[in-house]
């Protein structure tokens, strides 16, 4: 089955700055690439996700990009807010089957 | 207008117990899933049902069996209640089983005591 690798799994940055998560995947026919922010107390909530026919997708300050030929995946915040601070979760989903494939997670701690 | 909902959010009870967790979804969704995630917030999937049939059924105690009435809901119920069930149980639902977003409830915490 797919093998998600998320890095890195705590994340602290300053207001402002920017945030990258780094995911790796295994199987190369995997096609589907969400991300997922959860916060306290809360499930996770969808925030942007990527095809595997497209590099690149934005939406305002979150951006996700994607290498197949590498096999992994990135999302990047710019001008952080102390709000952004959750635990954020990469995952894959292969074309034939039925399942998220989770990354671990990362817990992002913006900084006033 | 939640969504998906599950009911209760917190659950505590007794080792040996049997109890069980609802979920609900006004998305019109033909997939929903559960979802179990530890104290190191690592989410692990534990079943999947496609229009009402049971999909996915990871390697979990049969002490866990879900129950799908119909597309909207899917349940969960658990017996005999081991100390490490405790986890916090997340329900989700998609449009299709493969390539769709699924979006989650807010967790059901179980707590044994």
């Known amino acids: 089955g797919e093998n998600v690798e998320q890095h890195p799994s705590t994340l602290s940055v300053q207001e402002g700055d920017s945030a990258v998560i780094k995911c790796t995947y295994s199987?190369?026919?995997?096609?589907?690439f969400p991300w997922y922010k959860q916060e306290l107390g809360k499930g996770p909530q969808l925030i942007i996700d990527?095809?595997?026919?497209?590099g690149e997708k934005k939406d305002q300050r979150i951006a996700v990009t994607l290498n197949k030929t590498a096999k992994h995946f990135s999302l990047h915040i710019t001008e952080t807010q102390p709000e952004d601070s959750a635990v954020y979760f990469c995952?894959?989903?292969?074309?034939?089957?039925?399942?998220?494939?989770f990354g671990t997670g990362t817990s992002l701690t913006v900084i006033p | 207008d939640t969504a998906v909902s599950q009911t209760p959010k917190y659950l505590v009870t007794q080792m040996g117990n049997d109890k069980s967790i609802k979920c609900e979804q006004n998305?019109?969704?033909?997939?929903m899933y559960w979802y179990k995630q530890d104290s190191k917030k690592f989410l692990k999937i534990m079943f999947s049902?496609?229009?009402?049939?049971?999909?996915i059924n990871e390697t979990v105690p049969n002490r866990f069996s879900p129950k799908s009435p119909d597309k909207a809901h899917l349940n969960l119920h658990i017996n005999s209640l081991e100390l490490g069930d405790s986890a916090v149980y997340f329900c989700?639902?998609?449009?299709?089983?493969?390539?769709?977003?699924?979006?989650f409830g807010d967790g059901t915490r179980l707590s044994i005591l």
């Open positions: 995952a894959a989903s292969i074309s034939t089957g039925n399942q998220f494939y």
């Open positions: 199987d190369s026919a995997s096609n589907y």
């Open positions: 990527i095809r595997s026919n497209v």
């Open positions: 049902y496609n229009n009402k049939e049971l999909i």
């Open positions: 998305l019109g969704h033909d997939t």
């Open positions: 989700a639902s998609s449009q299709g089983a493969r390539d769709q977003p699924q979006h």
